[in-house]
């Protein structure tokens, strides 16, 4: 079992900029993929961004040049850095860890509220 727990949403203006902290404890044995999706009202929960254990990264097309990922593998932690944030990345957050052990399990945050308003 894997728990994630967000940290670092809230409102910001457009253009400006958030850092969102997903720290996770429990079993990592088998956790290969860690990042970030969200939510927006009315709309399917979409990838953000995702990290593997061997660096590899993928992002959305709209946050591409926008967020970066990051992990910290001995913190067991990933983040995400928001810079020039639009109203339209307004949304819930989640924190995502994917394990491959066995037929493979998907872990998530409870989700952090992110708005872009002026």
């Known amino acids: 079992q894997v728990q994630l727990v967000e940290s670092g949403g809230g409102l910001v203006q457009p253009g400006g900029s958030l850092r969102l902290s997903c720290a996770a404890s429990?079993?990592?044995?088998?956790?290969?993929?860690m990042g970030w999706y969200r939510q927006a009202p009315g709309k399917q929960r979409e990838l953000v961004a995702v990290?593997?254990?061997?660096?590899?990264?993928n992002y959305a097309d709209s946050v591409k040049g926008r967020f970066t990922i990051s992990r910290d593998n001995a913190k067991n932690a990933v983040y995400l850095q928001m810079n020039s944030l639009r109203p339209e990345d307004t949304a819930v957050y989640y924190c995502?860890?994917?394990?491959?052990?066995?037929?493979?399990?998907?872990?998530w945050g409870q989700g952090i509220q992110v708005t872009i308003s002026s």
């Open positions: 429990g079993s990592f044995e088998g956790i290969y993929r």
């Open positions: 995502y860890a994917y394990s491959i052990i066995g037929p493979g399990r998907a872990y």
């Open positions: 990290k593997t254990n061997g660096g590899s990264t």
